[in-house]
């Protein structure tokens, strides 16, 4: 997928709009908007949360080794459980797969940085990203950077991203256009 979509995030606390980076992210956005056509992420809890004293970490999607995954998506099975972790750098006209940013000197190079209500994709491995686990962040966080697939972020309803907790479920996510 090579072009920016919006999604709609329902959620028991409200709506998230959320603009997803196709463009930048091709393989994790169209990674994530299979699943959302599959219904994956339908009445799913926020299943962690971390609270440091500056931002917020909201975790969801379906962790592959639960017996709900196991259970309940027999089709996921299918899937492969990670893609390459995707890093866009500015002057690079593709991403990077498999490869992160660790010198500090070249988190400039950046096309996206975790900043209030940004997207990402959970790590699975070193180079690698989830295919179904995904995470939002209510602010700057800097120390992230350049170490994760960031494919979205919220462009409506960043107060209620705030809201969520562990309680919390996605009824569903829409696509919007």
Known sequence: M?????VVFKTSKGNIDVQLYGKNKPVTVSNFIQNVNKNIYKNK?????????????IYSGIY??????????????KLRRNIPL?????????PKYGY???????????????????????KSGERNS??????????KFPEL???YSIFGKVVKGIEILQEIDREDLIYEIIISN
């Open 2 to 6: 090579k072009k920016n979509e919006r």
């Open 130 to 139: 989830s295919t179904t686990e995904f995470f939002f962040v209510t602010n």
């Open 100 to 122: 992160q940013i660790l010198d500090p000197a070249g988190i400039v190079t950046l096309t996206n940085f975790f900043e209030k209500g940004s997207l990402a994709m959970v």
């Open 45 to 57: 809890r926020f299943y962690k949360i971390i609270n440091f004293p500056q931002v917020k970490v």
């Open 64 to 77: 592959p080794e639960n017996n709900y995954y196991k259970k309940e998506n027999q089709n996921l099975n």
């Open 145 to 147: 950077d350049g170490r």
């Open 86 to 94: 995707e890093i866009k750098l500015k002057k690079e006209i593709e």
